[in-house]
């Protein structure tokens, strides 16, 4: 067995232990950048993981010099790669998939390749288990790839499974026209959820705040889906009470950067 393997195991025991009296109707969980604490960020290992274990997760989308979807956050190759500092628009697949993009974590994951968008999907389609949800940060695309990002939910049927989040308005207005199963996301403060509920346009609500089971049921009555979003590892966002509030808000998902930490915590509150 190798280290990576090695490692995934120890993680499926450790998840299969803390939620074996999970809920089935508990939100499903959305790592951040995949299981980021445990693999490096955005890459084939850190989303195995994540369906091994029946979690979701977010990932960011860019573009290379030779218009092939990619999935790093950064726009410069310096902080998860051992590339030169230059950005992903810069170079080609080619030069990009030369690159180590898992030794700066932890030599065991070193030869790591930077994903492609068809990689992460073929992934999801073979290895995903019952509901999932995966949000697609666009950091950068163009038209041509606007398609192609269309073109391979088409390929994978992964509509349902998937939301993009973070591009302009226009941008998701050319993504509809494409294909309008493509389904939008949008980060909404509680002052705004009123008005955006009125234009009828965004199919999943990235809430901002902690919601209250009236506010999620009255997004969801609209036919939304509810995300909260609570990326991030500032000490308030590893926060137990906050996570019970918004299990028990009703939402459908939860964008987070603790995932088997929020999953154990889950197990030990009675409904």
Known sequence: MTIINLLRFKIILLF?????????????LVAHRGMLRHAPENTLPAFSVCLDLGVGFELDIRTTKDGELVIIHDDNLERTTNGPNRSVRDVTLAEARKLDAGSWFHSSFKGTKIPTMEEVFRLIKERKRGTTIIALNIKQLNPDGEKELVHLLEKYDLFKDCFAFDQSAEMSKRLKKINSQFRIGQNVSRKGVDDRLGEDFLDVFMVTFTPTKAEVDKIRERGKQVVYNFGGTLKGRRNPGTWNK???AGIDGMLIDYPLECRRVWRNVKP
């Open 16 to 28: 299969i232990v803390s939620v074996s009296t999970t809920l089935a109707a508990d939100p499903v």
């Open 246 to 248: 918004a299990r028990e």
